[in-house]
């Protein structure tokens, strides 16, 4: 398994960063890549076990993900269980830490298999790179989202 670490800055209290994760069937209001977002399955609350598509831009990429770690204002794993992405599995972990009474550092670590077999080995530097950019391009528009719309209250 390969993993990530990237991390943002987000001038606002944590819990209006929180909030703005935790709205995870509309996850697609603030990164530019994705077309869509929305919950599938019975458990229609932000919680273990909320599951969840999001659908590129690209018009053909997706991701099914559950979420398999819950600590409210700290910690939300998300775990990548069906995609046409080239890759078999993922893990993402979105940490929350208080930096003062109006920053919040969010830490992403992303964690992969790749898909191909020794195709797939081969390709992963560029793949880590790539990943990485757009995990970086992640966090720092939930950034400025959460900045743009500080007042923001979002329903669970």
Same mark, same amino acid.
């Given at each position: 398994m390969?993993s990530?670490?990237v991390?943002?800055?987000v001038?606002?209290?944590?819990?209006t960063?929180w909030?703005?994760w935790?709205d995870y069937?509309?996850?697609?209001?603030?990164?530019?890549g994705?077309r869509?977002s929305?919950?599938?399955?019975?458990?229609?609350?932000?919680?273990?076990?909320?599951?969840?598509?999001c659908?590129?831009?690209?018009?053909k990429?997706?991701l099914?993900?559950?979420?398999?770690?819950y600590?409210?204002n700290?910690r939300i794993?998300?775990?990548i269980?069906?995609?046409?992405a080239p890759?078999k599995?993922g893990q993402?972990?979105f940490?929350?830490?208080p930096?003062?009474p109006s920053?919040?550092?969010? !830490?992403m670590t992303m964690?992969?298999?790749? %898909?191909? @077999?020794?195709l797939g080995k *081969?390709? !992963?530097?560029?793949m880590k790179f790539?990943? %990485?950019k @757009?995990?970086?391009?992640? *966090?720092k528009?939930?950034?400025?989202?959460v900045?743009k719309?500080? @007042?923001l209250?979002v329903?669970a």
């Amino acid at each position: 398994m390969v993993s990530i670490a990237v991390y943002q800055t987000v001038n606002a209290p944590i819990s209006t960063v929180w909030n703005s994760w935790n709205d995870y069937g509309n996850i697609d209001k603030f990164p530019p890549g994705l077309r869509a977002s929305y919950l599938i399955g019975k458990k229609q609350k932000t919680d273990v076990g909320a599951v969840r598509q999001c659908d590129f831009t690209d018009g053909k990429t997706f991701l099914k993900e559950r979420i398999s770690e819950y600590l409210e204002n700290q910690r939300i794993t998300i775990d990548i269980y069906d995609t046409n992405a080239p890759i078999k599995d993922g893990q993402a972990i979105f940490e929350f830490t208080p930096q003062g009474p109006s920053k919040t550092r969010v !830490t992403m670590t992303m964690s992969f298999t790749p %898909k191909m @077999g020794i195709l797939g080995k *081969l390709l !992963t530097p560029f793949m880590k790179f790539q990943f %990485k950019k @757009g995990l970086r391009g992640l *966090l720092k528009s939930n950034a400025d989202y959460v900045e743009k719309y500080s @007042g923001l209250r979002v329903a669970a």
